[in-house]
């Protein structure tokens, strides 16, 4: 069964770090490019980050620049998110999700997703 599996979330305060993980079970990830996407609640879900398989990583969402930052590791079939001085506003479910080769900002163009991990920024 292809699918991806995200994990990582949790609960932190507001200035601190997590690592989310993606990580691809069914499929070799190393010819697919991987984004994040985050929902918040009552909002639309919206491009975060993505990298592609020659390790470009256009950023969706100028909020996070300079705070998270993307990274694979083709060995293990995995990609992370690093997520560092996390903001209430950053509270969202997370999901990643796989598109052939290269980056997009149409999230019709990714299958298949994952089902999404909970990140909580709040004191």
């Known amino acids: 069964q292809v699918q991806l599996v995200e994990s990582g979330g949790g609960l932190v305060q507001p200035g601190g770090s997590l690592r989310l993980s993606c990580a691809a079970s069914?499929?070799?990830?190393?010819?697919?490019?991987i984004a994040w996407f985050r929902q918040a609640p009552g909002k639309e879900r919206e491009g975060v980050l993505c990298i592609s398989i020659g390790g470009s990583t256009p950023y969706y969402l100028d909020s996070v620049k300079g705070r998270f930052t993307i990274s694979r590791d083709n060995r293990k079939d995995t990609v992370y998110l690093q997520m560092n001085s996390l903001k209430p506003e950053d509270t969202a479910v997370y999901y990643c999700a796989a598109r052939r080769f290269f980056c997009s900002d149409s999230q019709r163009q990714y299958d298949p997703w994952g089902q999404g991990t909970q990140v909580t920024v709040s004191s």
């Open positions: 069914g499929f070799t990830l190393g010819g697919y490019a």
